[in-house]
């Protein structure tokens, strides 16, 4: 099969490997060339555009950082619609909120594109090993017709319903895990200032009612003070803030998501929104004189 894939940074380089492994054609486009050095080696083929990558393809996937990215990868010019045939599927496997989903396939039903929200989770790893959960909107028809490649990327493709429902569940599912990462923050510092060290208080939770997916990574990541990003604080910044406007929107009391909405503000303003998610823990600490980390 035709496939293009642009976007092909921190999560989409892993996926569109997968989808060469499988033995697809994949035609590829990045802001950067560098990125793409290790898919051309593998035999990927570039193209110099959006919509060039549309062209050549009889599916298309993106994997993009921000809504307003995928809106002008899309849309804009050189998009994928330029180059795009009538009957062309096109998935967005970024986190995207509905509003821009639909503005997108407004534009595209014009030139009879297909369009799709299919975002994923499961992290860089999830992306590497192809384990990723899969959450697709849109039409039916084409979602079974390109399954067989979304299993490529992950073991967990689900079928959510009409255009738009990936990115509800996506934007729901990562509302809870990145709110849950401020929670954790505090319930860890007043636990080690109380006198109980991390690592015991891990090994505690993990195996009782508080243990939380999001607590995890902290092992090999807070506790050796490793901040390096595979998801970004700045884009857990944008996807709870995704959360809060759909809930204005729907007019849906949130308190308590705008409070971890502001948590990973403040870390944005003190200059850490290309760390890690997790280095949103350093503000608590910071503000209770706590280290979450085992003693030395």
């Given at each position: 099969m035709k496939i293009g894939f642009i976007g092909v940074g921190y999560m989409g380089r892993h996926m569109a490997r997968n989808i060469l492994n499988g033995g697809h054609d994949l035609t590829i486009f990045d802001?950067?060339?560098?990125?793409?050095?290790?898919?051309l080696s593998l035999g990927a083929t570039w193209a110099?555009?959006?919509?060039?990558?549309?062209?050549?393809?009889?599916?298309?996937?993106?994997s993009l950082p921000r809504p307003q990215d995928v809106e002008e990868v899309v849309?804009?010019?050189?998009?994928?619609?330029?180059?795009?045939?009538s009957g062309t599927a096109y998935f967005d496997l970024s986190t995207t909120d509905p509003a821009t989903i639909e503005r997108i396939a407004n534009q595209a039903e014009a030139k009879g594109v297909r369009i799709l929200d299919a975002p994923v989770s499961g992290g860089t790893a999830g992306a590497d090993n192809a384990t990723l959960c899969v959450m697709v909107g849109g039409d039916r028809d084409a979602y079974d017709e390109f399954k067989a490649v979304l299993d490529l990327i992950g073991d967990k493709v689900m079928y959510c319903g009409d255009l738009g429902a990936g990115a509800v569940c996506k934007i729901v599912n990562n509302l809870i895990?990145?709110?849950t990462g401020v929670l954790l923050s505090e319930a860890f510092t007043l636990g080690i200032k109380a006198g109980v060290d991390a690592e015991t208080l891990f090994t505690a939770v993990a195996g009782s009612s508080g243990a939380t997916q999001a607590m995890q990574g902290f092992p090999n990541g807070i506790f050796k003070r490793n901040f390096d990003p595979g998801f970004q604080l700045d884009l857990a910044a944008k996807d709870v803030g995704l959360a809060t406007q759909l809930g204005r929107e729907l007019r849906v009391p949130m308190e308590m998501s705008n409070i971890a909405q502001q948590r990973y503000i403040t870390a944005q303003n003190e200059g850490w929104g290309r760390l890690s998610a997790g280095a949103v823990?350093?503000?608590q600490e910071e503000r209770s004189g706590v280290e979450i980390a085992p003693p030395d």
């Open positions: 802001i950067s060339k560098d990125a793409a050095e290790e898919l110099t555009s959006p919509g060039q990558a549309a062209e050549a393809s009889d599916v298309v996937f993106t849309a804009g010019e050189g998009g994928i619609l330029s180059g795009a045939r895990g990145l709110s823990a350093r503000i």
